[in-house]
């Protein structure tokens, strides 16, 4: 639809941005990473405000974007839930140590969980359980990836994954665990709306899909991170790739 096209336009900034990534390095790596977030960020937001008004916007926002900002400058301090780590100074400005494009991150992810476990499941704890599982699934390339660039590392990395030093187990359990708390949070202030499938939802599932499978590409072939690509390729995969037949059935 017409009306739509700013958001395909977002996504296909997006995409541009994302695949020229492996391809650079250094500081220019570092500000795609931060325009890739930015694009992202807008993108889920302005979806949901389009698509489900400005109450699910704020209430995105409010959860996802403060609540994100919360739990890291918590973790930076306390080293819960996530472990001990620090974020080095590639990313932008920081505020209690906490680089502002990270809250912004985990917005533009949530989102899509979302929306996703609306077509996977029919009621709502099914629905938190399901997106709060995407949502922690996709730091399984996340953090492998930032790590190996530098921009942020723990003090105590161990036990980690199997061929995935530097992450320590401990950090996915925290995301897990937040992801539960937000998606509870979103799933009730965002109110009915909230709940609904929309038709306008397509940019936010190819999204979803393209975050997936870009990544497991990019792990395995460009960035040299097999093991994450492994990890992330199966778990994220049992949460993503479902969605593929439930898109065809709603069409």
Not at 107 to 117: F, G, I, N
Not at 205 to 218: D, G, H
């Given at each position: ?13 997006l ?52 609540g ?14 996530f ?15 906490v ?12 989102w ?7 077509r ?13 599982a ?78 997936y ?22 778990l994220m ?15």
């Amino acid at each position: 639809m017409q009306k739509d096209r700013p958001l395909w336009a977002l996504l296909g900034a997006l995409v541009l941005v994302q695949i020229c990534y492996p391809l650079t390095r250094g500081e220019v790596r570092a500000g795609l990473t931060v325009a890739t977030v930015v694009l992202g960020y807008v993108l889920s937001v302005a979806h949901a405000w389009r698509c489900r008004g400005a109450r699910a916007a704020l209430a995105l926002v409010a959860t996802a974007t403060l609540g994100g900002f919360a739990i890291e400058a918590l973790g930076v301090a306390t080293g819960f839930p996530f472990g001990t780590y620090d974020y080095s100074g590639q990313l932008g400005p920081k505020v209690l140590g906490v680089p502002l494009i990270i809250p912004l991150a985990w917005t533009w992810m949530a989102w899509p969980a979302w929306l996703a476990a609306l077509r996977l499941a029919r009621s709502r704890p099914a629905r938190i359980a399901l997106a709060a599982a995407g949502l922690a699934a996709w730091d399984l390339f996340l953090d492998p990836q930032m790590v190996a660039e530098g921009y942020w590392s723990w003090d105590s990395p161990t036990p980690a994954l199997p061929g995935v030093p530097g992450v320590p187990i401990g950090n996915y359990l925290g995301w897990l665990g937040f992801a539960l708390l937000l998606m509870t949070v979103l799933a009730a202030a965002t109110g009915p709306a909230g709940h609904r499938r929309d038709g306008g939802d397509g940019p936010m599932m190819v999204l979803w899909l393209w975050t997936y499978a870009s990544s497991v590409l990019a792990h395995a072939v460009f960035l040299g991170l097999p093991w994450s690509a492994l990890w992330g390729g199966v778990l994220m995969g049992a949460v993503v790739l479902p969605l593929i037949p439930a898109a065809r059935r709603g069409a």
